[in-house]
């Protein structure tokens, strides 16, 4: 049975930083893509980053190109999301999930297994 437990998550004044990450059980990791979702209040879900099994690929949505890098440690079962330069627009619930391919995937169906996210505010 595939878990994710995401860490990380809190109150953060603009402008600041938080290292998200995600611990992953029961799955081969190394053979999959990750990604990182988040859920705004009254909004959908969206993509906000994915990185293939390898590690080798990344690819990040518009809003967080230049602020997030994600990463992840293949020997430890885990994927983080450093988010720096953090604005009000980035609040939101943050999910992990890994994807049913190896490669990057930044389509929610691509994704079988999510995590049951994490809030993150970021208020002054």
């Known amino acids: 049975q595939v878990q994710l437990v995401e860490s990380g998550g809190g109150l953060v004044q603009p402008g600041g930083s938080l290292k998200l990450s995600c611990a992953a059980s029961?799955?081969?990791?190394?053979?999959?893509?990750m990604g990182w979702f988040r859920q705004a209040p009254g909004k959908e879900r969206e993509f906000v980053a994915t990185?293939?099994?390898?590690?080798?690929?990344?690819s990040y949505a518009n809003f967080v190109m230049g602020r997030c890098t994600i990463s992840r440690d293949n020997a430890k079962n885990t994927v983080h999301l450093q988010m720096n330069a953090l604005k009000l627009e980035d609040t939101a619930v943050y999910f992990c999930?890994?994807?049913?391919?190896?490669?990057?995937?930044?389509?929610?169906?691509?994704?079988?297994?999510w995590g049951k996210g994490i809030p993150v505010t970021v208020s002054s």
């Open positions: 999930a890994v994807a049913n391919i190896p490669n990057t995937a930044i389509e929610e169906h691509e994704y079988a297994n």
């Open positions: 029961g799955l081969t990791f190394g053979s999959y893509a």
């Open positions: 990185i293939s099994g390898s590690g080798f690929s990344t």
